[in-house]
């Protein structure tokens, strides 16, 4: 205990745990105040919500005493009090302002702002796990290895955060019977400020949905401001934390398939075997095909057959990568990675146009983001090893699987925007939105679909199941392809090894 006060003492000033006990107090007077006032658990379950979000921030806003518990390898020994300050900030604005004060309601552009500093806040998060590896493993460690794992923590922070809320929800829901609205979804329960949605639902049946969307789209934005603001202001890559120098021994060596000077079709041939490409074809021809039926279907759907061009498109990704300038991490990318995409596409446009799996078999969505979840994790390991490979320098492997999870949260992130946009600019154009996110119950009805993957319990908040469904899978297939890299991280093996020294520094 001595011990652990220390670290305390020495790792925070006074002034900051003062100003994070005024904060925590206030956050507690307000627990008490909906506990004890006629504003109670029993008036209503927005009541209910609100307190669990407040104790929720009050716990969280321990994070960094936690992380003092943490044994001595643990990298969040390292992170600096002044990030949990901001942090701390945060949760009490969202607690007592936010839910206390009522603003999520009354003021619309509250969440919208509260989403926005979380987003650029987890990034700058990142950064400083980023640099928490580098402190204890003493292994350099390129700028970019360092952003692209910032990034990637904030997507599993928008993640963690987004689950929070669902299972808030849905535990009211199975305690009471009563589902709670800590996302949002009840236009009922919306208030005149919230009445009309940051983003257009269009369809009213959609309304449940937007807030979800809302938060992934805002916090993407304002993730990539932060990503830029370090990328100007580098703050720990100068002066007495610059980190980003040269070890001896540190260097990957270069295949002679990757020297300057070469052609267009010379990358094409060292970086990929011809049987590799054959088999690339001969799907490409199929997907052809299909969009070629597709265009003569009846009743025609112009939605499919660009659904079914744009996965078309994904499919030369290889190509397009070893056309990219030789400054770029894109021509160092392996072929493997175009191989997995392609067999996906190929078997998710075949059963959900052509047998309609998304809708005739009831887990068959479910089992496609499981899997992704498990697999773009290992995309995400291939592209930190191509940086490596660019940039000729080695880094910890806790950091490769820091970017590599972080990979999976962002393109799984980024996949649910893509499947929103796509049902906003058709609505946009015809009036009525596409259900590219399964949002439609009138649609499921009477189709296996309309057994969601977890239980809605009230039906208005159907439109929210997909998403989260989605979610909940892509998360626990990303923990389960993370510890199959953690057991057999394949790149740092054999011929393959790209961490000459960090066995020795690791055990250091």
């Known amino acids: 205990m001595k011990k652990y006060i220390s670290r305390l003492r020495d790792g925070c000033k006074l002034n900051t745990f003062l100003y994070w006990s005024l904060l925590r107090v206030l956050m507690l007077c307000a627990f008490f105040s909906y506990l004890f006032t006629d504003r109670g658990l029993g008036e209503n379950i927005t009541a209910a919500t609100g307190m669990i979000h407040i104790i929720i921030c009050f716990f969280a806003s321990f994070l960094w005493e936690f992380s003092q518990l943490m044994p001595k390898k643990s990298i969040f020994r390292f992170i600096p009090a002044s990030i949990h300050t901001a942090l701390n900030t945060g949760l009490f604005i969202s607690s007592f302002f936010g ?24 990034v700058l998060y990142g950064y400083e796990i980023a640099y928490a590896v580098v402190k204890k493993y003493h292994f350099a460690a390129t700028k970019a290895m360092v952003f692209f794992a910032a990034f990637g923590v904030s997507f599993i922070f928008l993640n963690i955060c987004e ?12 305690i009471t019977g009563t589902v709670g609205n800590a996302q949002f979804w009840s236009a009922e329960l919306a208030g005149s400020a919230r009445a009309e949605s940051f983003i257009p639902a269009i369809d009213s049946a959609r309304y449940p949905l937007m ?36 070890y001896d021994n540190n ?7 990757e020297r300057e000077g070469e052609s267009y079709i010379q990358k094409l041939k060292n970086n990929c075997t011809p049987r590799t490409y054959a088999f690339w074809w001969v799907i490409r021809f199929a997907m052809v095909g299909l969009f070629i039926k597709s265009l003569f279907d009846k009743p025609f759907s112009p939605v499919i057959s660009v659904e079914i061009l744009m996965n078309l498109g994904v499919m ?49 969505d479910s089992f496609l983001h499981f899997l992704c979840g498990v697999g773009i994790v290992f995309f995400g390991y291939e592209f930190a ?34 499947e929103f946009s796509c049902d906003q600019v058709v609505g946009m154009m015809s009036g009525v939105p596409h259900d590219v996110q399964h949002w439609s119950y009138a649609k499921a009805l009477g189709t296996p679909k309309f057994q969601t993957l977890i239980d809605y319990i009230d ?50």
């Open 385 to 418: 090893c191509a940086l490596i490979r660019k940039e000729k320098r080695t880094a910890a492997r806790t950091l490769i699987l820091i970017a590599s999870v972080g990979f999976c949260f962002m393109a799984t992130t980024f996949w649910e925007i893509f």
């Open 211 to 246: 807030d979800i969307m809302s938060d992934i789209v805002i916090h993407t934005v304002s993730a990539f401001a932060a990503l830029i603001f370090i990328n100007i202001c580098p703050y720990r890559l100068k002066g007495k934390f610059k980190y980003d120098i040269d």
């Open 99 to 122: 839910i206390f004060l009522n603003w999520y309601y009354d003021i619309r552009l509250f969440d919208p702002l509260i989403t926005a500093f979380f987003g650029a806040w987890s």
């Open 316 to 364: 030369f990704t290889f190509e397009v990568c070893m056309a990219m300038p030789k400054w770029t991490v894109f021509p160092y990318v392996r072929p493997v990675m175009q191989t997995a995409i392609a067999v996906v596409d190929f078997i998710a446009v075949v059963a959900g146009y052509l047998f309609d799996f998304y809708y005739e078999v009831r887990l068959w």
């Open 459 to 508: 039906i208005n908040r159907y439109p929210i199941m997909d998403t989260m469904g989605d979610i909940v899978l892509n998360t626990v297939g990303a923990f389960l392809g993370t510890l199959g890299l953690k057991l057999y991280p394949y790149r740092h093996k054999g011929k393959f090894k790209l961490d000459y020294v960090i066995y020795e520094t690791e055990a250091k």
């Open 163 to 174: 689950l929070g809320e669902f299972l808030s929800d849905q535990l009211l829901g199975l």
């Open 251 to 257: 260097y990957v060596k270069t295949p002679e398939s």
